[in-house]
T-cell receptor
Framework: AQRVTQPEKLLSVFKGAPVELKCNYS??????LFWYVQYSRQRLQLLLR??SRESIKGFTADLNKGETSFHLKKPFAQEEDSAMYYC?????????????FGTGTRLQVTL | ETGVTQSPTHLIKTRGQQVTLRCSSQ?????VSWYQQALGQGPQFIFQ???????GRGNFPPRFSGLQFPNYSSELNVNALELDDSALYLC????????????FGNGTRLTVT
């Protein structure tokens, strides 16, 4: 069985400070990892996925198989980054839509 | 491009009743999945439909069932409602095959009293 852990319910940072949202996973096979974001009054949407290896809105995430982690990072937080962030895992084989989500971390960026 | 739409937005039912939630997938998408999100939790996978058949299911009892129609829209049916079924139900559509990401709807908030 797979599991995704996001240890922080709330992360509060000042504008311009670095951000790191933690995500750890457990899965015996080869996983695909994602970060989803939900801004206030908007739907859940994909932020980035590890296979893309790209930076979206200044955010990056590196899959560390040794530490089974996929932490989301941004060097300088902006007010518009305030949102709910969910880490999710999907096995490479199996049901394409079956994501296992963590419980989410609310990021609050203050002035 | 039309996004994923769900109806109704809110619903209140009594324990033991049955409920049907509806979802229209994003244009060009042929796969629909449903998720349950309880308060303070992440979404939990219920099942996926492709070519009008269920082809993947999470850890939910048989009283959770669904349908997918030829136009790729979908329904989620829950029988014998329990208080713990109170949650936000999310529909997501995607294109089976390739690296298509999930596109979520805004959800239906179900309250069971």
């Amino acid at each position: 069985a797979q599991r995704v852990t996001q240890p922080e319910k709330l992360l509060s940072v000042f504008k311009g400070a670095p951000v790191e949202l933690k995500c750890n996973y457990s899965y015996s096979g080869s996983p695909e990892l994602f970060w989803y974001v939900q801004y206030s009054r908007q739907r859940l949407q994909l932020l980035l996925r590890h296979i893309s290896r790209e930076s979206i809105k200044g955010f990056t995430a590196d899959l560390n198989k040794g530490e089974t982690s996929f932490h989301l990072k941004k060097p300088f937080a902006q007010e518009e980054d305030s949102a709910m962030y969910y880490c999710a895992l999907r096995p490479y084989t199996g049901t394409a839509s079956k994501l296992t989500f963590g419980t989410g971390t609310r990021l609050q960026v203050t002035l | 491009e039309t996004g994923v739409t769900q109806s109704p937005t809110h619903l209140i039912k009594t324990r033991g009743q049955q409920v049907t939630l509806r979802c229209s997938s994003q244009s060009g998408h042929n796969t629909v999945s449903w998720y349950q999100q309880a308060l303070g939790q992440g979404p939990q996978f219920i099942f996926q439909y492709y070519r009008e058949e269920e082809n993947g299911r999470g850890n939910f009892p048989p009283r959770f069932s669904g349908l997918q129609f030829p136009n790729y829209s979908s329904e989620l049916n829950v029988n014998a409602l329990e208080l713990d079924d109170s949650a936000l139900y999310l529909c997501a559509s995607s294109f089976q095959g390739g690296d298509s990401p999930l596109h979520f709807g805004n959800g239906t908030r179900l309250t069971v009293t």
